[in-house]
């Protein structure tokens, strides 16, 4: 009699404890699944904001090229800068004439003179934003106003750490409670099937023969359950991934990409198969003792 | 396989089970244990099978101390005897077919020829009709021979029979000694078998140890602690 059929066989006689085991392995992956997904989204949605946030530093007028080159390689020289655009007073009425077009009376009555020049400048690390306000808005002589949505940024850095922080928290609570059920439904089927493991050992069974069907029941409750849970929610996903992602437009909240949730998809699984295979390990070790 | 009990002492709190036991069983034997209910007969089989340790004194099955053997050592012994339990011991959720097909596997019988030696043991005990059936769903005689068949299936040297005839009627009961006595004659299996039918006992006139009150009674060939040292050491030389 092969392991897989004994293991099949124990699966069987106690069907409600192996319902129980696969339903509490489903719910926990479909949880986690979900905050995984969701949490991707909304690093992809803090990812933009993060690589967008601007500092714009209005220049003074009358400045010489001489400064102004000078403003720029300054600004060049800070960590994590992605892109710095001087907006010359001509090119600041070109935006200003496109942004107003419908309204030509306010078109009409500005013209480049008026309008400041500037720097609009994009990093990759918000934190480079505070080092170039605070260097910069003190400097009178050659910055009329530094425009910096410091408090957004913060604000956002903040629910980043703490969105990521919650997702490592749950993920951990719910692999605990999937292991103690497992453990435990292990437990009980060992204690059920006492007299056959001591039968089985008296005929001269080894401690890993007796012990092999059990750490299989466990791991295929953590690679089931694992899929099935994985399963229904990325059918979810996919399902409402045109409707969220339009909500969340321009970012993409939802990706597109299969690969993505291939590799969700397999790393779930193997999560599922450790969880599943660690209970059931330590459920026989604990609970055969003869 | 060669068996022997070098003052055995076993007890079970205040309670004396077995006192100063001496044997020696070689390949071949068929001995029978006799004794009246609580004299200690089975627990001289549960120690063979290591299913119980002894108190004091030494057990030797091939020369390998089992006391002091290795758990792969006790495994490895186990798989070369063949138990008639007392209470049959035969997995409840699983057929007779099944019972007998996982003594197989555990001794790793080559898995091609599983049914095959199913199928024969299955004859040798004249349970055709009653392979599928679960233990519950069987007599006692019927019992009796699937745990029969289970122990033949093996192969084994030995064969550790606790008191087979004590649920059997009288013809059942001739017909399983007949079979044991024939698989000691053609295949050189060890037979040990506890009983108190004295009947059966003294028609086959086979070797006797009689205990009473955990100690032996009468054994007609004794081996004293002497000859049991001087045999292990003429075999080890």
Redesign the interface.
């Known amino acids: 009699?092969?392991t897989l059929k004994t293991t099949w066989?124990h699966i069987r006689?106690s069907p409600f404890q192996s319902f129980t085991a696969i339903l509490v392995m489903i719910f926990s992956f479909l949880v986690i699944s979900v905050f995984i997904v969701v949490n991707f989204g909304l690093s992809g949605v803090l990812t933009y904001f993060e690589t967008k946030p601007e500092i714009t530093l209005f220049i003074k007028d009358g400045l010489d090229t001489n400064t102004i080159d000078n403003i720029q390689k300054d600004l060049s020289s800070y960590s994590g800068i992605k892109e710095i655009k001087y907006i010359s007073k001509d090119k600041a009425l070109e935006i200003y004439k496109q942004e107003n077009k419908d309204n030509p009376m306010l078109t009409e009555m500005v013209t480049a003179s008026i309008l400041p020049a500037s720097f609009e400048v994009t990093v990759s690390n918000p934190n480079t934003l505070e080092q170039i306000y605070q260097n910069y808005a003190a400097r009178n002589d050659v910055i009329d106003e530094v425009i910096y949505q410091k408090d957004i940024i913060n604000s956002l850095l903040d629910w980043t750490n703490i969105i990521r922080r919650t997702g490592i928290a749950v993920t951990l609570v719910i692999s605990f409670i999937s292991f103690f059920t497992i453990f435990i439904i292990v437990g009980m089927k060992i204690t059920n099937r006492k007299?056959?493991i001591r039968?089985?050992r008296?005929?001269?069974?080894?401690?890993l023969?007796v012990k092999k069907p059990f750490l299989l029941e466990g791991l295929f409750y953590g690679i089931f359950g694992s899929l099935i849970g994985s399963i229904i929610t990325f059918s979810f996903v996919i399902v409402l991934r045109q409707s969220i992602n339009s909500f969340f437009q321009p970012v993409e909240f939802i990706s597109y990409d299969t690969s993505f949730y291939a590799l969700m998809l397999v790393s779930e699984v193997l999560l599922g198969a450790f969880i599943g295979l660690l209970a059931s390990w330590i459920g026989a070790k604990r609970y055969i003792k003869f | 396989m060669k068996i022997v009990f070098d003052n055995v002492d076993k007890s079970f709190g205040i309670i004396h089970a077995l006192k100063d036991i001496s044997f020696k069983i070689d390949q071949g034997d068929f001995v029978f244990i006799v004794g009246h209910s609580g004299a200690g007969k089975s627990t001289i089989l549960k120690l063979i099978?290591n299913?119980l340790k002894p108190t004091s004194g030494q057990i030797l099955i091939n020369d390998i101390d089992i006391v002091k053997g290795t758990?792969?050592q006790i495994?490895?012994?186990?798989?070369k005897?063949g138990?008639i339990f007392q209470d049959y011991?035969?997995?409840?959720?699983k057929s007779v077919e099944?019972n007998i097909?996982?003594?197989l596997?555990?001794?790793s019988y080559p898995?091609e020829k599983i049914q095959e030696r199913i199928d024969e043991v299955i004859n040798q005990v004249g349970l055709e009709s009653r392979r599928f059936l679960f233990p519950s769903q069987l007599s006692g005689g019927e019992l009796q021979r699937a745990a029969l068949a289970r122990s033949l299936a093996i192969k084994p040297e030995v064969i550790l029979a606790d008191e087979p005839t004590g649920n059997l009627d009288p013809e059942n009961s001739w017909n399983l000694v007949k079979l044991l006595k024939d698989i000691n004659q053609k295949n050189k299996t060890t037979i040990i078998m506890t009983t108190h039918n004295y009947e059966i006992v003294e028609a086959l006139g086979k070797r006797k140890i009689e205990i009473v009150n955990g100690e032996i009674k009468k054994d007609p060939t004794k081996t004293s602690k002497k000859i049991i040292y001087s045999s292990k050491k003429h075999e080890h030389a």
């Not at chain 1, 008296?202 to 401690?207: I, Y």
């Not at chain 2, 011991?89 to 959720?93: A, E, G, R, V, W």
């Open positions: 009699m092969s066989h006689r007299e056959e039968i089985s008296l005929l001269g069974a080894s401690h023969y | 099978l299913q758990k792969d495994n490895q012994i186990r798989r005897i138990v011991q035969l997995i409840f959720d099944e097909a996982l003594i596997d555990i001794v898995k």
